[in-house]
Structures are given as C-alpha cells and as structure tokens.
T-cell receptor
C-alpha cells in the first residue's frame, strides 16, 4: 500500500529535550515536505526537500532541522524544543513538482 | 505573495442539505488549486483538484470550478451526508515558485452534518 508514515503519532516532551520525528514514504517520491498545523492558521510549510541531500527552508523553519540521506526518509529534528512548537505536524511527499501531495497521519507534539 | 482565503466556520448542516464552501486566492503565477479533507484523527487527503482556468474538479459528489476571473474555487455538494463531517482546506500550488511549488493553505473550515 502506498503511504507516508510518521512516528511517533503522539509525543509529550519538555523544553530543551532534543527530539526527532521520523517520516518515511514507499512511493519513491523525490519531493518531501514538513508542515505544521495550528488552529486558525491552516498548514504552513517548515522545510522541504527536492531529492537526497537537497533541502531548503519553507515559511516557518526557525527551531527545526531536517535531513535527507535516503530518498524514502525525511526526519524532522527539534534540537531544543520550546512550547511554541506545540503543534500538529504533517509530512508529505509527491512525485513531481506539480503533482498531488500525499500526507502522513500526523504527529501531535506537546512541549511543556 | 500567495494566499488562500476561506469562509469563516464552523458550518453545521442537516443531512441532504446543499453545501457551498467559499474559497478565493491570490497568486503571483499560474496556480493549481486543491481541496483537501481531514477526517477526525487522520491526515489530509486530496478531495479534488483543478490545474487551469475553467477546469472542474470532482470527487465523491463534491465539485469545484477554477474561476480565474473571480480568483475563486468554491466547493459544492448537492446533498451532504453525516460521513462528510470533516475539516476542509482549500490550497494552491503556484508553478511560478519553481521546484518547491509548496501548498499554500487556507485556514480550514469544520463541517458538521447532523442526521
């Protein structure tokens, strides 16, 4: 089954404790993105990647890092999480620049 | 920059009622337009899309027409069901921005359909 998976689905942590949210897709897509969803703001792009070892900032990159060492994986790293990063995070992938994006199920992160 | 404006919600309808959710956009280039749906506890799923002016996207009884003259992409369904209860997002992908062509989302609107 074609899908985007994320782990963990739920995470509660404390300020400053480094964490990683994993994202993996099995569709051989070149393009992957991370979004955060906040009430009243819709979804905003954090980072994106056009292929292995090619990443760039989206609209709200502050406080986040990503890496793309393999085509299927695109982890999101929070080196020192803060409460304003409490949000619902989605990973997405697509084949070409203008094709449909497929979304993962989301990771609900709470930073205390 | 690009932006998407959706009508304010939430929206509550009775089963079999007619649905319209308004969406207007601003884009620097030639966007593709999308409606995504998010069911409770799930990720976003593409509902329908249109890639050029006057295209009509349709799926599961939902329709939306790409209106360049009014920069709109309103979502309609003739008879809603309880199972349509979800959050609906209008979005655009602007080809002018090149390789990223990220999705710019509206704020989303919650639809509740009562039996």
């Amino acid at each position: 089954e074609a899908q985007v998976t994320q782990n963990p689905r739920y995470l509660i942590t404390v300020t400053g404790k480094k964490l990683t949210v994993t994202c993996s897709q099995n569709m051989n897509h070149e393009y992957m993105s991370w979004y955060r969803q906040d009430p009243g703001l819709g979804l905003r792009q954090i980072y994106y990647s056009m292929n292995v070892e090619v990443t760039d900032k989206g609209d709200v990159p502050e406080g986040y890092k990503v890496s793309r060492k393999e085509k299927r994986n695109f982890p999101l790293i929070l080196e020192s999480p803060s409460p304003n990063q409490t949000s619902l995070y989605f990973c997405a992938s697509r084949r070409g620049a203008y094709n449909e994006q497929f979304f993962g199920p989301g990771t609900r992160l709470t930073v205390l | 920059g690009n932006s998407v404006t959706q009508m304010e919600g939430p929206v509550t309808l009775s089963e079999e009622a007619f649905l319209t959710i308004n969406c207007t956009y601003t884009a620097t280039g030639y966007p593709s337009l999308f409606w995504y749906v998010q069911y409770p506890g799930e990720g976003l799923q593409l509902l329908l899309k249109a890639t050029k002016a006057d295209d009509k996207g349709s799926n599961k009884g939902f329709e939306a027409t790409y209106r360049k003259e009014t920069t709109s992409f309103h979502l309609e369904k003739g008879s809603v069901q309880v199972s349509d209860s979800a959050v609906y997002f209008c979005a655009l992908s602007d080809h002018y921005t090149g390789a990223n062509s990220k999705l710019t989302f509206g704020k989303g609107i919650t639809l509740s359909v009562r039996p």
